[in-house]
């Protein structure tokens, strides 16, 4: 019975949808048993749920022709009922990972495992503060705690930082069970963890650079002051790969599973036909913005065709690039999601096989010229800032599966770095404020890919003004969610009582990074 369940496990390491505790045969099941699923569930969440909320909120994704919408992302009608996995999906994955930490008395030896789990558990614990602000935390997780209290977010931060030393201390240990196959990211490397690890506490850092918070400002100082000492984070794109493959959906690559073709190949999934390009980015990328914040006047973005694909040729506007403004419904074709993106180039089953990512180079590279340019860390912000860049360029030029240069020709970023250079808002001599050119090449790389970050970015620095959606009465976007329905009713002593008002104000229930 063990040995068919240690085969069932490997099998279905893509499905491992509720607490791991509950299953009768827990205690014999080993941290190594229990990694791959729990990273898979991550990165499913990240590609999915946290992406789709961020590139909506952020103007990357809108409607496409023939669409209409109520969501609250366009219409800023926000109730307990708007996206309620972003807080209950963080939670369960964020659990699957808390399951492994509860094996460290019956499988002590196992340092690394717990290690990559503490990283984990906190970047879900992070959004979690950053899109609700007081959460549960000290009794989160456990069993004999069914309606856990919910803790002030500004005393859960400076534990988290607490759980990546912990983490560090894991990672580093001279001895334990090596990672095998189970580690589907960095394939057993802990010096490759321990500079995701740093870059996971820089952003956490940056995430403290608007908090006026006594105590928040000292730790970022203390924290920002040890990680200059290293100066030792991610140097490549960031994967994930637990062996997809074409067998049946749910074994392909995310992206493709959401956003290709249907577990048939014999249509595209609704996803793929609702979501298409915002105007503001299209604007961006089509050289066509111009403002006080960004001027793009002229300069076509080489990476727009990797981006989003032109409407549909013959069609109104064909061999153009389409965004849809917020808040209409478009009659006329909008430029969908591009094959680049969705991994459908040269055959449908490069799509399937192709890896996700996780964190991509220009995202570390971005994070540190940030940190620099304020003063957190050491270094050159303009270098950094240009390396990130080129990072983006070459992360949309990047072969995989059966692809050759003849599909995928490589992006020349020379002429583009030039360009931009004189230009408020994108390159680095022409932009006045230099965190505003910072933030919105980040948010040009990270665009479809790692949406969640646009919108934290934009709601802690501003950065990039995007318009409001047509037709909304708020001043503002919202600075938080409202708990979903399933914590008012069954953890109704302890969750908040959040109104509709109140997130668009701030206040003690807005998020410690904005406070």
């Keep these: ?128 503060t950053a899109l609700y602000g007081d959460v549960p935390y000290t009794e989160a997780f456990k069993n004999n705690i069914p309606a856990p209290k919910y803790d002030d977010d500004k005393v859960i931060i400076p534990a988290l930082f607490k759980e990546l030393d912990e983490a560090r201390a894991f990672l580093s240990a001279a001895d334990g069970v090596e990672l095998g196959s189970e580690d589907i990211i960095f394939h057993g490397d802990t010096a490759e963890w321990l500079k995701f690890l740093n870059t996971v506490e820089l952003k956490l850092v940056l995430r403290l650079s608007k908090t006026t918070d006594a105590t928040l400002v000292a730790l970022r100082t203390a924290r920002a002051a040890q990680l200059n000492a290293a ?16 067998s049946d959906n749910s074994k392909r690559s995310p992206l493709y599973r959401f956003y290709g073709l249907n577990e048939a190949l014999s249509d595209w999934t609704s996803a793929n036909r609702a979501n298409a390009g915002g105007k503001f980015i299209i604007d961006i990328l089509n050289g066509t913005l111009n403002n006080t914040d960004i001027n793009s006047t002229g300069i076509v973005d080489p990476r727009r065709a990797r981006m989003f694909a032109a409407v549909v040729a013959g069609g109104p506007g064909a061999g153009t690039w389409v965004g849809n403004e ?61 390396e990130g860049i080129l990072a983006s360029m070459a992360f949309n030029s990047k072969l995989w599966g059966t692809n050759t240069t003849t599909q995928i020709p490589a992006l020349n970023p020379t002429a583009y770095i030039t360009a931009i250079d004189s230009r408020n808002g994108l390159g680095w001599t022409g932009s006045s404020d230099k965190i505003n050119a910072i933030i919105t090449q980040k948010y040009l790389a990270l665009a479809q890919w790692h949406g969640i970050e646009l919108y934290i970015d934009q709601q802690r620095t501003g950065y990039p003004k995007t318009p409001l959606p047509v037709g909304v009465i708020q001043t503002n976007a919202p600075n938080r969610l409202i708990y979903p329905t399933s914590e008012y009713s069954s953890n109704s002593a302890n969750v908040p009582n959040v109104s509709g008002a109140e997130i668009f104000t701030v206040n003690a229930k807005t998020p410690y990074y904005l406070q």
């Design 1 to 128: 019975m063990f040995a068919l369940f240690l085969f069932t496990s490997c099998e279905n390491y893509l499905d491992v949808n509720e607490k791991q505790s509950n299953n009768a045969n827990f205690d014999a099941i080993a941290p190594n048993q229990m990694l791959a699923g729990a990273l898979n569930n991550y990165t499913n969440h990240q590609l999915n749920s946290l992406s789709t909320y961020g590139n909506r909120m952020t103007y990357v994704w809108g409607l496409n022709s023939g669409f209409t919408s109520n969501d609250p992302a366009w219409t800023y009608t926000f109730d307990s009922n708007s996206y309620p996995t972003l807080f209950e999906s963080t939670y369960l994955f964020a659990d699957n990972f808390q399951d492994i930490l509860d094996k460290q008395d019956k499988f002590p030896d196992y340092k690394y495992h717990f290690g990559i789990a503490k990283i984990f558990k906190v970047m879900l614990m992070d959004y979690a």
């Design 231 to 246: 100066q030792n984070f991610v140097t490549a794109d960031v994967t994930c790969n637990p062996g997809y493959n074409s």
């Design 326 to 386: 917020l808040g209409l419904f478009p009659v006329d074709p909008i430029s969908r999601m591009s094959t680049f993106y969705i991994g459908r180039i040269g055959s449908d089953e490069n799509g399937m096989i192709r890896d996700a990512y996780v964190m991509q180079l220009a995202e570390s590279k971005f994070l540190q010229a940030e940190a620099m340019q304020r003063g957190y860390i050491s270094g050159n912000a303009q270098t950094a800032f240009n």
